[in-house]
């Protein structure tokens, strides 16, 4: 799939579909880490979100990257149809952003998260995207 074909309708389409997802990253001796979460994409910004708790294992691995961010890949599959976001993943802890990804998370899934004082968010700058539809 090319990067056009990842921008097509039906693509961002099924980025807007209720599915779990997983995301990947890597431990600090670098084998993966794979867990099920919510993901919203931003298409026009580059960007997929994350909301998690800041004590998780996932923002222990982004953070252990350093300033540079984690490489890190969220995927959903569905049937045959499967979709992949890799970049690089930064955690996030300003309120305002945290906010807006729970409001994303919120249209996507339907349901607005409980409040959680620990709530960060990890942001990838998406620069891959892949997929079948």
Not at 21 to 28: E, F, H, K, N, Q
Not at 57 to 68: F, H, L, Q, S, T
Not at 124 to 130: F, G, K, M, Q, S
Request: glycine share 10%.
């Amino acid at each position: 799939m090319t990067a056009a074909d990842a921008l097509s309708p039906e693509y961002l389409a099924f980025w807007r579909e209720y599915h779990l997802c997983t995301l990947t990253t890597l431990r600090p001796d670098g084998s993966p880490h794979v867990v099920p979460v919510g993901v919203t994409y931003d298409p026009a910004a580059g960007l997929a979100r994350v909301i998690t708790d800041k004590n998780s294992v996932k923002v222990r691995n982004v953070e252990a990257a350093g300033p540079g961010g984690a490489r890190v890949a969220v995927c959903q599959v569905h049937r045959g149809r499967w979709a992949t976001l890799e970049g690089r993943a930064a955690v996030r802890t300003e309120p305002a952003l945290i906010e807006d990804a729970v409001r994303r998370y919120a249209e996507r899934y339907g349901r607005t998260p409980g409040p959680n004082p620990d709530r960060v968010l990890i942001e990838i700058t998406v620069d891959r995207p892949l997929g079948r539809g």
